[in-house]
């Protein structure tokens, strides 16, 4: 599988988000975009318009922890460019509709799971998707210690389907980016361990490093 390093802007400053984006694009595969509605997780983040005002030569990896998202929604996320789009299997009551709506508009569909949740909720989606996130912290806040106990679900979904694109997100630095790499894991999304670095370039190379 081809590994790919997807820095989290969570961790980068929103008011120069382009500058910040461009000091890391050139040695990135995607830009992980969390957007949180305040209901599914606390905290409440930026919007499609926000997207659509980023200017990146990168894949965006959107990642929705928002309860229920809506057709008009998840349009919104299309139109502003996102490459991938994940909605958690915990917040949708139909993720079936959620995932065939973005395929259909030719996105890129990825289901993900909290770290309480088994992997057994979303066999029903792995022949649909084109990525599983499993999140190794509890979805919401950045600069969460990395749950190592999630380790068996990358390890089952990687027997379960050994060319699937499985992404890990939370806690991600070199030494447990090569933990989830052991377990299974070829998508890394990294916010602090990157954005909390003053030369970002040197950052994402010990990252790819840590996982080649």
């Given at each position: 599988?081809?590994?790919?390093?997807?820095?989290?802007?969570?961790?980068?400053d929103f008011k120069k988000i382009n500058e910040e984006i461009a000091q890391v694009e050139k040695h990135s595969d995607l830009i992980h975009v969390d957007i949180m509605d305040g209901k599914f997780v606390p905290p409440t983040t930026?919007?499609?318009?926000f997207v659509k005002s980023i200017k990146s030569n990168v894949p965006l990896d959107v990642h929705l922890m928002v309860q229920e998202p809506s057709d008009d929604y998840l349009k919104g996320f299309v139109d502003a460019g996102a490459s991938t789009i994940t909605v958690h299997v915990e917040a949708c009551?139909?993720?079936?509709?959620?995932i065939n709506?973005?395929?259909?508009?030719?996105?890129k569909a990825c289901i993900s799971l909290k770290p309480k949740t088994p992997v057994e909720d979303v066999l029903p989606y792995l022949d649909m998707v084109d990525m599983v996130l499993v999140m190794t912290v509890e979805p919401g806040w950045g600069g969460q210690k990395f749950m190592?106990?999630?380790m068996p679900k990358v390890e089952q979904l990687r027997r379960l389907k050994p060319k699937l694109?499985?992404?890990?997100?939370?806690g991600i630095d070199p030494t447990t980016?090569?933990?989830?790499?052991?377990a299974g894991a070829n998508v890394f999304v990294a916010g602090n361990a990157i954005f909390g670095k003053k030369n970002r370039t040197e950052a994402i190379k010990a990252l790819q490093e840590s996982v080649s």
């Open positions: 599988m081809k590994i790919l390093i997807a820095p989290s802007i969570l961790s980068a930026v919007d499609s318009d009551k139909d993720s079936k509709h959620q709506f973005i395929k259909k508009h030719k996105v190592h106990d999630m694109n499985i992404e890990v997100d939370g980016a090569s933990i989830a790499k052991k």
